[in-house]
RNA sequence: GCAGGUAGUCGAGGCGAUCGCGGUUAAUUUUUAAUCGAGGAAAGUCCGAACUCCACAGAGCGGCGUGCCGGAUAACGUCCGGCGGAAGUAAUUCCAGAGAUAGUGUCACAGAAAACAAACCGCCAAAUUUUUUGGUAAGGAUGAAACGGCAGGGUAAGAGCCUACCAGACGUGCAGUAAUGCUCGUGCUUGAUAAACCUCACGCGGAGCAAAACUAAAUAGGAAAUGGUUGAGGUUGCUCGCUGACAUUUCGGGUAAGUUGCUUGAGUUGUGCGGUAACGUACAAUCCAGAUAAAUGAUCGCCAUUAUUACAAAAUUCGGCUUAUUGACUGCCUGCCUCC
RNA sequence: GCUUGCUUAGCCCAGUUGGUAGAGCAUUUCCGUCACAUGGAAGGGGUCGAGGGUUCGAGUCCCCCAGCAAGCA
C-alpha cells in the first residue's frame, strides 16, 4: 500500500520541464516543491538534487530521503496535481523523520494535504 | 623495546523485524514466489587496446608522441630485472636518464671579458718618464656559470711548459646479450640550455556507444539565396588517390519514442609446473549489476566501537597511470638500546 | 558518457620567442571650490587558481590537481 511504482514517477526532460516552468512554488529549509495540475500528469512525483549540493554520493542520497518522505505520505495528498521535490542544504545530514516533518508542513501550507 | 623502510590484506559495520526499489527466471496473470544487485579507487579522462562508422584504411609532406640497456604484454607513456646518477648511517627511495664535435638561437643585471676568446686592476721586462710597448692567466673583483682541480718543479713573471694524484675526453684490451664496468696508453682538456628550434631511432589514418544499426510515428519529404558533373560535399592540416550529387545560410514546420549495441570476458578463483621477476602455461571449479529522472534506502531493537561512520556510486568493455581516503592487521628487512 | 576552452590588483582585462608584472574603473591623500561633482597631481594594493619538475632564473615551458564555462544524439 506504500508502493511507489515506476508509472508513478515523472520521466523525460519534456514532463520536468512542464512542472517546473508552469508549477506553483513553495519552498522551507530543507526543499522546494512544484506543484501542477496537469490531466496527462497528475499523481506523479518528480526527485532533484542540484550539483552545488555536492557529489554523486551525496546527490542520490538526498533523493532516496525525498522519495521516503513521499512515498510514506502519498496518500494523504489530493490526487490532482503533480510534484516536483527539491532538496536543499539542510537536507544533507538530517534524517528521514526531518524530511517527513518538512514535507508535510510544506503540502498543508500548499493546500493539497487531506487528514 | 623504540625509530624507520617495504610488500600486501580487510575496507566500516553485524544480526533480526516492518515498509520499499532494479534485473532475471518461473507460475499465472497483473500480482505473487525464488534468486542476484556498486568500488579500490566505480572518480579524473592522462595513456594504451577491443568494438563501431568513415575506401574493410591507401601514398607523400607536415604534425604529434616516446627516448640508458634487456625482457614481459593484445598494446602502452605501464610493469619486471639490470646499469648510471642523486638522497639517506642503513634497509630503501627518486630520476622526460639519446645527441651540445651536423647546424641555428639564447645566456638579463653585474663584470675587463659570457664563447674562433679577450686584457680592467695586478705581476714581470724594456723604454721613456708618469705614460707607452711587449709578455702573462698564478692573484683580485662580478656572476647561476670565467676555458680542468690541487701540490711540487720550473720561470724575468707565468703558463699541462714538466711531474704525481684526482675529474673528464679519445683509443687499445678484457668481462657482459647490452647499457656499462675494469686495466693500460695519449697532456688531448673544446661552457650551460634540446620540458629552445633541431638531429637520430621507433611508433601513430580520423572520429567516438550522444559511435553505429533497425522499427514505428509525425509533416508542407517546404521555400528563398549562393556554389555545383568544367566535380559540390566527404575522406585529417595540405597535395595526390578514392568516392560521385548535393552542400551552406536564412525563414517556416515536425520528431526527439522504442529495440539492438549491453555484458561470457586478453573473465574470476584455486592448485601444479617454467621463469630471479613482470608474466606464461596445464587442469579443475564458477557466472559475479546492467539501469535510462537512472535501482542498494528508511524506521525500530540488540551487539561491537571514541564515533549513526573515511574517500566515495557502475553507464560499451578491458589493461595501466594519477588523484582522494579512515581505522586496523600481517609478513619481511634496516639502525639503535637492553637481556639471555 | 565523450570533447574543448578559461583562471593575473576590489572589478573588467593586457602581458609575442623565459630576465624587476602593467593599463582602465574603483580606493587613499593633496590641489582647486563657500561646499559637492567634473578636473589636475601623487601614492597604496598581486603567494599571477593549488602543488611538483626543467632551468642560474618560470605569469610564460612540462606534468598533475581544483574551480568555472561551452559543445556533441
Known sequence: MFELGRNKI?????EFNTVH???RSFAN?????????????????????????????IRNRVKRILREAYRLNQHNIKQDCAIILV?????????????????????????????
Open 10 to 14: 515523472l520521466r523525460g526532460k519534456r
Open 21 to 23: 516552468s508552469k508549477g
Open 29 to 57: 529549509r530543507e526543499m522546494v516543491i512544484y506543484i501542477l495540475n496537469d490531466e496527462n500528469l497528475n499523481g506523479k512525483a518528480g526527485f532533484a538534487a542540484g550539483k552545488k549540493l555536492g557529489c554523486a554520493v
Open 87 to 115: 532538496g536543499r542544504k539542510n537536507l544533507i545530514e538530517a534524517k528521514a523523520d526531518v524530511a517527513i516533518k518538512s514535507f508535510q508542513e510544506i503540502c498543508k501550507r500548499a493546500k493539497i494535504w487531506i487528514d
